[in-house]
């Protein structure tokens, strides 16, 4: 077996231990071999996708960078915003289905950010408990409050610094307030943040339709 398929299978072997333990009691569930965690709920689908790079060059001695991301879907945002954009998915980071994307640290005060590296298969028990103990002190409220699509407004309205906010962000915020039928606040959030004359002229497909 080469080292990176050993590698895998040391990883797979943390996911069905400890961590396929510790999520099942917040209803995420993982298919057999897969590397990402679903949980559905009434209007989203929110994700935690352990994204993996294997001997990073940028840690001497590393087997594994094991860097977990949330990940949250609203379909009938996406479905509002790819009306927006006129279906150019380049506009939404070729992405339509993904209001949200980000690593899962950002959920906790940058002081408390971690990195996790195993260098051993020895080492993966360990990283997976120290994940786990990370998702259930940081992310699992912000898990809690993103659920819907009022969830995504109050999180735009109160300036919730536990999101990562990227130019497209906007444009699902957008989305969102025009199923709310507020048109002038779905006007108001592009002109904020993407109303310099580049940045209309890049979503000016979003002015035209709201």
């Known amino acids: 077996m080469s080292d990176i398929k ?57 087997e594994a960078h094991i860097h977990p991301f949330f990940v949250w879907k609203i379909p009938l945002v996406s479905k509002e915003a790819l009306r927006l954009v006129n279906g150019n998915k380049m506009l939404l980071a070729n992405a339509p289905d993904i209001v949200l994307k980000q690593p899962i640290e950002i959920s906790a005060p940058k002081e408390y950010h971690e990195r996790w590296f195993t260098k051993s298969a020895e080492d993966y028990s360990r990283v997976g408990v120290a994940i786990c103990s990370f998702i259930e002190q940081w992310l699992v409220e912000l898990l809690e409050r993103l659920q819907g699509i009022d969830d995504l ?15 497209h962000w906007y444009v699902y915020v957008t989305a969102a307030y025009l199923l709310k039928g507020e048109r002038e606040k ?22 035209d339709n709201i």
């Open 153 to 167: 407004l109050e999180a735009y309205e109160s300036s919730d610094n536990c999101l990562l906010k990227q130019q």
């Open 6 to 62: 050993l590698a895998k299978a040391n990883l797979l072997e943390m996911l069905n231990g400890p961590v396929d333990q510790a999520l099942s009691k917040y209803n995420f569930k993982r298919r057999r071999g897969s590397l990402v965690y679903k949980r559905k709920l009434v209007e989203s689908i929110q994700e935690i996708d352990f994204i993996t790079e294997f001997f990073p060059r940028y840690e001497q001695g590393a």
């Open 186 to 207: 779905a006007r108001s959030v592009m002109e904020s943040h993407l109303g310099n004359p580049g940045l209309k002229k890049r979503y000016s497909a979003v002015y």
